[in-house]
């Protein structure tokens, strides 16, 4: 017997020591915060809930039948968890569609080898039988210049820098080499290139091709834009290196429509004291038109309705009005935050302070403000309550996309962080699907943002 | 143009502000860390080695075959680096084998059907035409001593208690039920019980049955244990709670043979200075014996092997003595750990600090301590230095259970924290494979491991 409660002594001092953490916060703020994690931990609906728009409707780029879908789809939600009032803002956006699968191959002396491509969002098609043409690699705009129209013109551009792997963060990554993908068509077309194929941006090794948004000059020519995936940029640049002339095949078929009717969807629980003061909670309900959007960005849309859901079904009487705000078109336009940014000053709706979860559902790491003071109480406050369920990242910076549409002046912005580690493993590709999030992962996320706005609720209130 | 430049300057300034952090640390140190970091996330092999430790070797029970070709693995890696010495001592170690796949069907009312299970690892066999018993469902030691011997004499004891899903920390849901694992057999034959089935200790609903060590009293009868799946375990439930009579029956073939000869493994860079001290990174070069040890762990083995690869690397004179330690036997018995604090006192070595990463591979969260005051200079120096790399999670407590063989009083013991919410999908199952790691999260807790054995290094030096 003694050996045996030796063994178990030991193991348990060993285990239950990670329970034993200091509790500095507020013990009212804490109870109810621990209702709120606990909550989602137990009776969430987002996973199913994205299971559903990932699995039932899919990819939902503005304008397509997909996009329609998920608005019917969150309305409905919504109605059925009789938030106080459920409506739309119309929108209309632009309408960009991929068509038939893109195809390209590389032709060396090596051989002929197929390799993974999209569109870009955004790009006019290749002509009808494709486009061909000797391949020439880059890795910036200044690259570009010095080349010039004598080396370029005729040419298929192949911009291909990669994320800086030694970036912590990913999304710094992200930010030092994007500009390849948005305006690459538009600088190879000023030197005279026939097309574009631009390294996808991503993290790992993979056959994936990642899509997103590019923009033509106004004034420019316009030249088809493709990404091609990393093993893919790889290998043309190890074709390349290696002294072989590469001639680059690619075949694409998409096109603009005219804009399309769409919409914002939001649900609100109406405050009980503050009438005229809102905070609101969003995510973007549309993605690319590859994968699922499960990370992009249906786990920010399932995390914001859920967020209103934890608060109403613990019977928590919010003194602001509080709004889930599913913003349509981030991905290729940011129409609908723009719409939203609009009417809210039409309707002179006060707006105290705006959520955005656009990072992914990975696991919560903190949150980063903008419009709100690093030194404030708040800030202080907020640090405090948070630090219980391990949300330790508060980072003065960028929020999100959509709520940046709003006036930080006059809003107070926060942008929900995830671990960024996977995220462009997914990021517009075929990999961001269901299977990629993580139940609890995205249950914490939902409780982050519920949390997040019950503490700006009360501290805002009692602090008058 | 301008349309462009506007769209570009939007995108820019959204992107480029994560760039933006504040650094108050000391810029020496910090210039070191992050050529550590870059260097692990640009040239580490750590990935590769751990995907040769499991596709090439497989799960590695201690005194198994794939053990032994660990130890041999291991000691020609840190030779090949040029390690100053590498070596190994001696243990003796538990030798338990599984045997044939286990089988286990509940036969009910409504049919028989076939359930996931696998022996508890130190289990005894059933007989060999197998066990079959009317099942009984208990949660905890209570509620079987309040049932006696009247009801469970005979019976096959099922302890269903969930790990709680509302921690954020899964490691404490993990502390709170792994007592049915650990002591359910034991316990389940003071009353005469004829087996034990235990809910596998996982958060997520799947068919994987969890092992784990468990322990008979010296000198109570021994009856044979296994887990079953968490899917499993909720249609035993099911069908308990819905009133039926469940008879359960299960087959398992394990035996523990002799002990065996096994080792630690360790690679050492020597002290420029301080030549009777030593710092220590280590982890548990042995694995339970299904899926392939990956998180379990096989991260924690090449992540301290390539902390010292980096430091060597990149030319790092250390003033003490520094070592990977790679320890057998954690799983069931510890033995490994045991013998290296016993051999450190006969050889009167100064460990001054040891750290252990064995919490799985995933991504970096920060590190636990023990034995150096919260309130240190020391530790607040680690916070600060390390903020910049987003280790933000400095908890007071549990280390690692290989270094807490040593004496916290002579020793500071720091345990690597990693994100705990994916660790139990894949603990002690079949589904801990190589797959289950992400290189990156992997590299970056081999940075952080050698960045904490530089700053020790450093920090203890100059305070003489």
């Known amino acids: 017997m003694k050996s045996f409660k030796f ?16 509790q500095t916060t507020d013990s009212t703020h804490y109870r109810f915060l621990r209702q709120i994690y606990d909550y989602a931990l137990t009776q969430a609906d987002c996973y199913e809930n994205l299971r559903h728009i990932c ?3 899919g990819p939902r780029l503005s304008g397509s039948p997909q996009a ?7 309305t409905q939600l919504m109605q059925g968890y009789a938030f106080d009032t459920v409506f739309r803002q119309k929108v209309e956006v632009p309408h960009w569609v991929r068509g038939e699968k893109e195809i390209a191959y590389a032709q060396t002396a090596s051989g002929k080898k197929e390799l993974p491509v999209c569109a870009l969002g955004g790009s006019i098609a290749t002509p009808k039988n494709g486009l061909e043409a000797s391949l020439i690699m880059v890795h910036d705009f200044e690259e570009l210049e010095k080349l010039g129209k004598k080396q370029i013109k005729g040419k298929i551009v192949f911009f ?39 390294r996808s941006m991503g993290l790992r090794n993979d056959d994936f091709p990642h899509t997103g948004s590019m923009k033509y000059y106004g004034d420019g020519k316009k030249i088809p834009a493709v ?15 290696s002294g072989n002339d590469v001639n680059f095949f690619f075949k694409t078929h998409c096109q603009t429509l005219p804009d399309a009717l769409s919409h914002n969807v939001i649900g609100e629980l ?6 005229d003061a809102f905070i609101i909670a969003g995510g973007h309900l549309d993605s690319w038109d590859m994968g699922e959007g499960a990370h992009d960005d249906g786990a920010g849309t399932v995390q914001a309705i859920e967020a209103l859901r934890i608060l109403k079904n613990l019977g928590y009487p919010p003194k602001h009005n509080i709004r889930a705000v599913l913003f349509m078109n981030e991905e290729n336009g940011m129409r609908g935050a723009k719409k939203y940014a609009e009417l809210l000053k039409e309707n002179n709706e006060k707006h105290i302070a705006a959520i ?32 219980p369920f391990n949300m330790l990242q508060w980072d003065a910076g960028h929020s ?23 995220y462009f493993d997914v990021h517009h590709a075929d990999s961001d699907v269901f299977e990629a999030v993580h139940k609890r992962e995205l249950e914490l996320g939902a409780a982050a943002l519920a949390a997040l706005i019950y503490l700006i609720d009360q501290n805002l209130y009692h602090k008058k």
Request: with cysteine; proline share 4%; charged share 25%.
């Open 68 to 74: 329609s879908q998920a608005i019917d789809y969150t």
């Open 400 to 422: 999100g996309p959509d709520i940046r549409q709003l006036n930080k002046h006059e809003t107070m912005l926060f942008g929900y962080i995830p671990d960024s580690q996977r």
């Open 270 to 275: 109406y405050g009980s004291d503050q009438k």
């Open 356 to 387: 955005e979860s656009d990072r992914g559902g990975f696991t919560p790491r903190g949150f980063s403000f903008e419009g709100v003071d690093e030194n404030s109480a708040l800030i202080a406050f907020l640090k405090r309550e948070f630090a």
């Open 227 to 241: 990404a091609i995936s990393v093993n893919g940029a790889d290998y043309l640049k190890e074709q390349i290196e």
């Open 7 to 22: 063994y178990l002594s030991c193991l348990f001092s060993v285990l239950f020591i990670f329970s034993v953490r200091a």
């Open 160 to 198: 291909n820098r990669p994320m800086p792997p030694t970036c912590i963060h990913t999304f710094d990554a992200y930010g030092k080499t994007v500009d390849q993908r948005f305006a690459g068509a538009a600088e190879a077309a000023k030197y005279g290139a026939a097309g574009v194929v631009v």
């Open 55 to 57: 699995k039932e409707i």
